[in-house]
């Protein structure tokens, strides 16, 4: 996990600030008689590197193996700590050639980043345990959808929802939610997923958001025997 955290924040926080270093010296140099192209570069590459850092950002969330709430206090984060990086990121460009650097206080400059890299910290962090690491793998499956589309040929719809909203719950990736088959039990993939640590909620999760979404008291259905069908049924039969 530290390597991966090591890893993440290497190439986005260590690589694109020296970019964004790199970049305005370079137009400099290359447009000497052009002062107003580093205004240009000032204002487009703080833009192209904050879009480049939310998406990749959001890409690690969406993909991580924590809770639901950890990911929106990460998406949180993420915001906030991209929000401050760009403005410094502008503000530092702007003045470009017009700021001896080595006579200002550092101290401000080091405190943002140090904040920056905290921000990043809590969200680029993949979460305790790997999710699917399980007998069966679903990573390593084939997808399940063409049963799916025959059980329930008109409500395709209801059944990508309840399986999202399951994936979201259980922190399996989404993209594998077809891979879930109709007849899975939700206690036998909660008890393959969980791993050794404790369980971060993953019914309580469910519950609140089918209560929330479909207006169903989830609780006073599930059992040892309900299966990832039975939650699209309750959710079509009201």
Known sequence: MLKTLALRLLVWDGVLPAVMIVVPLLVQLAFPKFPDAIVVVAVVLPIIAFFLRTYAGCCYICANHC?????????????LGVFTLTFVDAFVMSM???VDWGKEDPRVF??????YIACMLVTLYPGPTDPIASPRSLADVSSFEH???????NAMPVVDRVLTIFCEAFLLNDHHKYRLRTDDRVVEIYRTTTGPIADEMQFETLVMTFDGTFGIDLAEHLSEQTTLADLVDMVLNG
């Open 67 to 79: 809770g639901v709430w950890m990911r929106r206090f990460q998406l949180f984060t993420l915001n």
């Open 110 to 115: 080091i405190i943002i980043y140090c904040f």
């Open 96 to 98: 470009q050639g017009e």
């Open 147 to 153: 049963d799916w589309q025959s059980r329930y040929p």
